[in-house]
Antibody
């Protein structure tokens, strides 16, 4: 069974930094691209960033480009999101997402990031 | 970037009604589109893959279709457990983009 477990969220001041982690199990981690998707309180879903299985290719939403960095450690089956220059509008629940082929899709439960002074 | 325009943003309907939700892509995305259901307080779950393929366990009252850049999610006969928020997602090219969501409420 696929499991994705996020951690690292919390309260951070505007301009601060935070690193999220996503521990994965139940599938061949290095074989699959992964994404981060966020949801601000009471709002819709926003795709934030994606990374190829090897980690060689990374992609970002315009709203976070230059501030967030996605990476992965395939030896530890862990996905990361390094967030810097955080803004109030980055406040959201951040989900780690495996978007595979039919019947192979999974979301973590999410970790809450609150940017506030 | 590809924009996904989802409509309506909200919809009130009765149990047993047939409802349709639409996503329109700003450019061609082949059939690289998924539909998600999100119940309040829970993570989203993909119901439809590749525009029209139902995930295992999804009731057959759900269906998806595509015509050019217009994608449709149809629920043929609403059940109480279907009242939730629905999103489309295009994964044809980065950055991936979600539709704005459709909140389906009981009338």
């Amino acid at each position: 069974e696929v499991q994705l477990v996020e951690s690292g969220g919390g309260l951070v001041q505007p301009g601060g930094s935070l690193r999220l982690s996503c521990a994965a199990s139940g599938f061949r981690f290095s074989g699959y691209a992964l994404s981060w998707v966020r949801q601000a309180p009471g709002k819709g879903l926003e795709w934030v960033s994606g990374i190829s299985g090897s980690g060689d290719s990374t992609y970002y939403a315009d709203s976070v480009k230059g501030r967030f960095t996605i990476s992965r450690d395939n030896s530890r089956n862990t996905l990361y999101l390094q967030m810097s220059s955080l803004r109030a509008e980055d406040t959201a629940v951040y989900h780690c997402v495996l978007y595979g082929r039919i019947n192979f899709e999974s979301w973590g439960q999410g970790t809450l990031v609150t940017v506030s002074s | 970037d590809i924009q996904m325009t989802q409509s309506p943003s909200s919809l009130s309907a009765y149990v047993g009604d047939r409802v349709t939700i639409t996503c329109r892509a700003s450019q061609g995305i082949r059939n690289d589109l998924g539909w998600f259901q999100q119940q309040t307080g829970k993570a989203p779950k993909r119901f439809i893959y590749a525009a029209s393929t139902l995930e295992s366990g999804v009731p057959s009252r759900f269906s998806g279709s595509a015509s050019g850049t217009e994608f449709t999610l149809t629920i043929s006969s609403l059940q109480p457990e279907d009242f939730a928020t629905y999103y489309c997602l295009q994964h044809n090219s980065y950055p991936w983009t979600f539709g704005q969501g459709t909140k389906l409420e009981i009338k």
